[in-house]
């Protein structure tokens, strides 16, 4: 489809009528953009830019003649920024909007680089692995291990436990140390890092074949599950701390 060019604005469709008539009687084939619109609730026009008398591509130079003969305007075409000319040209080439009016286009363009940049925003503020880990308090639900389950039992504290309270945990220390718990015995450490998002335990002081090795990391929101070759544990977000007194 040919291309038609804009080459005189009015604030009513009215003000066009002798001006259209004498471009068509110099067989000009002329379109009124946003006629419609205005005719319908003339308080748009000042919002929409006005009706627009546009011509095709191949009339626009001897239109042009015709509007400076009958003193309609002096300059040889409205004035458009660059940015915008770029901006007509190229966004033409769209699939999908590339017909569309340049105001839609605009708006649908600005629309997607706003969503964008909003997402870029979302997605940066969340917080890392690392920072899950080791800002949460994670409690110990269960521990499978070669397909059997296993309940931690850590007999080096007493505890006092209640709503929202967990007796076994999960520490987590940005220094790179984990403790564990226990299974009747007294909780054991480690060390711990991250690797492509994996999470790297060893060095266990007991429980070796238990704890050591390569865990993925799933976090949905207060579940934590750690789950290795041989090992998987079961956690989930401490409400408040527990009250733990040594013996």
Request: glycine share 6%; charged share 25%; with cysteine.
């Amino acid at each position: 489809m040919e291309n038609f060019r804009t080459i005189k604005t009015f604030t009513h469709s009215t003000e066009i009528i002798i001006l259209r008539s004498r471009l068509e009687a110099e067989g000009i084939e002329c379109f009124l953009k946003d006629e419609y619109t205005v005719d319908a609730n003339p308080f748009y026009s000042n919002a929409i830019g006005g009706v627009k008398l546009q011509v095709r591509e191949k009339d626009v130079s001897k239109a042009m003649e015709i509007l400076k003969d009958g003193g309609y305007l002096t300059d040889s075409l409205p004035y458009q920024p660059r940015l915008l000319k770029l901006f007509e040209k190229h966004s033409r080439k769209l699939p999908a909007i590339g017909s569309l009016r340049i105001e839609v286009r605009l708006m649908i363009i600005v629309s997607l680089i706003v969503l964008i940049l909003s997402l870029i925003l979302y997605f940066s503020s969340l917080p890392t692995i690392k920072e899950q880990l080791t800002q949460k308090n994670w409690c110990v639900d269960r521990v499978t291990h070669l397909g059997n389950e296993y309940v931690p039992n850590t007999i080096s504290f007493i505890q006092i436990s209640g709503g929202g309270y967990c007796s076994e945990r999960i520490e987590i220390k940005p220094s790179g140390a984990i403790k564990l718990p226990g299974f009747d015995s007294k909780s054991t450490s480690g060390n711990w890092s991250i690797a492509n998002d994996s999470l790297i335990l060893s060095k266990s002081e007991s429980f070796e074949s238990l704890y050591n090795g390569k865990y993925s990391i799933e976090i949905s929101g207060s579940e934590l599950i750690l789950e290795s070759k041989t090992t998987k544990i079961l956690c989930h977000q401490e409400s408040r701390r527990e009250l733990r007194l040594p013996i």
